[in-house]
């Protein structure tokens, strides 16, 4: 369901599956596969443009050949690699970058495994393995974040590893939001002027961070980023819970207040939280919240292992995934009506 105000992309998720990885109905789970929060997918979500891809939902244009590069690159070569397809004017244009980590996680399907990409996407070639952003990871300079084709997951490396580069180019329509990633960073994690740099920071694409950012109310705060509510308190239950403990403890929650919408967040929800030029919390440094913890489940399934759930990792802003009978992370609730909840 696409939520009046929300400014992100939904996950895609629509399916729901227990804690041992069976599926189950969605009605009533809770599960991201009964809520689908976000800015509903186009159909068709990607229209082939020649030898590039539209893809509707972001505005972004991507080659349709996933490994042009062919071999994998360090994190400088890819950025070299860039600079050398506008040089040659690849297939016509000049304003090719390596994506940002939200650019690059908005191909990501939810849904799907080997790859993680929408089912009907059109691409070629693509490497079954991780591939490399332009953003610098705030926790440890020396590296930049990367994404996992097979099952969506999202960390980062040493600069001086390999992995392969995606081209993007044009501007976007907005659902993405920039990063907030402010500064350039060699390989051994020195600051350096952004400039010519091809990096994140020099292009800032997304869109632009409101100011102020929160707004703290009754019911909670307001990220005019995303449209979201989230509560005051960023932990629910006090410890680390189990991921059906997690979704029960939201059900009666929300029971308990009359006229209330609280959920667990799903995965892409999480993530808008996250200010990539900050880490332990990776959080914007304005932002109001209290008792704010290392890790948060989110409603989305894992369909690389369904046994598990995607989770935040906020001390580096990671999304990773957690077994989901295993008691590892903390309850975060989420609303899409900004008059909902009370005693937050």
């Known amino acids: 369901m696409n939520k009046m105000g929300s400014e992100y992309p939904a996950t895609g998720q629509t399916s729901c599956c227990d804690s041992t990885g069976q599926p189950v109905p969605c009605a009533g789970s809770g599960q991201d596969g009964e809520t689908r929060s976000g800015l509903t997918w186009p159909e068709p979500r990607f229209i082939v443009q020649g030898e590039c891809v539209l893809d509707r939902l972001t505005g972004l244009v991507w080659s349709r050949d996933a490994l042009p590069g062919e071999y994998p690159m360090t994190w400088d070569e890819a950025l070299s690699y860039i600079k050398q397809l506008n040089r040659d004017r690849w297939l016509g244009f000049t304003d090719w970058r390596l994506p940002n980590r939200r650019e690059l996680r908005s191909l990501m399907s939810y849904e799907t495994r080997l790859p993680a990409l929408p089912r009907e996407h059109p691409f070629i070639n693509l490497f079954s393995g991780w591939y490399w952003s332009s953003t610098s990871a705030a926790i440890a300079p020396s590296h930049a974040w990367y994404v996992h084709m097979e099952g969506a997951r999202m960390f980062y490396g040493g600069k001086d590893q390999s ?13 993405l ?3 907030g990633q402010t500064g350039c960073y060699d390989n051994e994690g020195n600051r350096i002027p952004c400039i010519g740099t091809g990096q994140d920071a020099e292009y800032r ?3 632009a961070w409101p100011l102020p950012r ?3 109310t009754e019911n909670g705060v307001i990220d005019h980023l995303s449209g979201l509510c989230w509560r005051t308190n960023a932990n629910l239950t006090g410890n680390p819970v189990t991921w059906e403990e997690a979704l029960a403890v939201v059900r009666e929650s929300s029971d308990a207040r009359d006229g209330t919408n609280w959920r667990l967040p799903n995965i892409n929800e999480l993530e808008t939280l996250v200010d990539c030029s900050r880490h332990s919390p990776a959080l914007p440094e304005d932002a109001p919240f209290v008792d704010v913890q290392a890790g948060y489940w989110s409603s989305t399934t894992s369909m690389f ?6 989770s935040l990792y906020l001390d580096k802003g990671a999304t990773g995934v957690g077994q989901k009978h295993g008691r590892y992370f903390h309850v975060w609730l989420v609303c899409d009506d900004h008059g ?4 937050l």
């Open 340 to 343: 909902a909840g009370h005693g």
């Open 177 to 179: 939001a920039a990063t």
């Open 305 to 310: 292992e369904p046994d598990w759930a995607w």
């Open 205 to 207: 694409t997304g869109r």
């Open 214 to 216: 929160f707004e703290k």
């Open 163 to 175: 992995y392969m580069a995606w081209p993007v180019r044009a501007a976007g329509n907005g659902v």
